[in-house]
C-alpha cells in the first residue's frame, strides 16, 4: 500500500472516532448539567421558601 493511501486511511478513521467521542462527550456533559441545574433549582426553591416562612 503506498504511504499516501495509508495516512488517508487513517485519517478518515481518526475523524470518524472524534466525531463519535465529541458526541459521547457532549451527551454526558449534558445530562451532568441537566443534575447540576436541577439541584441548583431545588436549592434556591428551599432557600426562597425559607426566607418567605422567616420573614413572617
Given at each position: 500500500m503506498p504511504l499516501k493511501q495509508i495516512t488517508k486511511e487513517v485519517g478518515e478513521v481518526?475523524?470518524?472516532n472524534s466525531v463519535i467521542l465529541s458526541v459521547t462527550t457532549f451527551t454526558n456533559l449534558e445530562l451532568f448539567l441537566k443534575?447540576?441545574?436541577l439541584l441548583v433549582t431545588i436549592v434556591y426553591t428551599v432557600d426562597k421558601w425559607w426566607y418567605h416562612k422567616k420573614k413572617r
Open positions: 481518526l475523524g470518524v443534575i447540576i441545574l
